[in-house]
């Protein structure tokens, strides 16, 4: 097998006096999408958030291709461009064109104008004729979209999304469910906390139980969803599924 992607050993993290993650083990291979399932205050964000450094850990390792990230005094400007993150709200700048919000950070990190790159993502998801309009002109599935296109515009390896979904009208999900489809067809690395049930199932290649700041349980989706050994993630998945 080879080297993971992105491995996680013994991470620990809490803030003040409130233990949030308690020794997480987890390897992300190249290519492999991992779906982190569980309910509201398992975890499953502030895990996204120290993978790629958005949380210092204050225990354990973060490895980032082998090298551990998590070092104190390890330099995260490079590596936040090789690992993007998606979040549930959309954080663009409601002032810029969707065009602007891509471009700014190409620019100002990498010194690049990447204009035909920037262009391409946008037609590829739908978007070529929304690149002039301002967020407040589009609806909440191209938001999210653009969000997604600014994070790819860094060319990154490696993609995090934290219920990219939750905060859009049942109608918007399925645009966005596609976003991720297509990404998972270039073989994109991904890391996804999600309430979408049917999208884990179908696509995940691993599925992550969390409760309490541990993974409960992991699998593939047949195992998780279908003949789970935790009585945890049964009741977890009947509440959820019924």
Do not use: W
């Not at 850990?57 to 090789?82: H, M, N, S």
């Amino acid at each position: 097998m080879p080297e993971p992607r992105l491995a996680l050993r013994g991470v620990t993290k809490s803030f003040g006096e409130v233990s949030v993650l308690h020794g997480i083990d987890l390897a992300v291979q190249p290519g492999e999408m991992v779906c982190l399932i569980g309910a509201s205050g398992s975890g499953k964000s502030t895990l996204l958030r120290c993978m790629n450094g958005l949380e210092p850990v204050d225990d354990g390792e973060v490895l980032l291709d082998g090298v551990d990230i998590a070092e104190p005094g390890f330099d995260l400007a490079p590596i936040r461009q090789q690992i993007g993150i998606v979040f549930q709200s959309f954080n663009l700048f409601p002032h810029m064109t969707a065009y602007d919000n891509v471009a700014l950070a190409p620019r100002r990190v990498l010194g690049e104008d990447a204009r035909d790159r920037i262009e391409a993502l946008f037609a590829r998801f739908g978007l070529a004729q929304h690149m002039r309009k301002y967020p407040d002109q589009l609806s909440g599935g191209q938001q999210q979209r653009v969000a997604v296109i600014r994070a790819l515009a860094m060319r990154p390896h490696t993609m995090l999304f934290d219920e990219i979904t939750s905060a859009l009208d049942p109608e918007l999900v399925g645009e966005v469910l596609d976003v991720l489809r297509s990404l998972r067809d270039d073989g994109m690395t991904m890391v996804l906390a999600t309430h979408e049930m049917g999208f884990a199932r179908e696509l995940a290649d691993r599925i992550c139980f969390m409760d309490q700041g541990v993974i409960a349980e992991e699998g593939t989706p047949d195992v998780i969803f279908s003949n789970p050994q935790k009585e945890r993630t049964k009741q977890f998945l009947a509440s959820i599924l019924r």
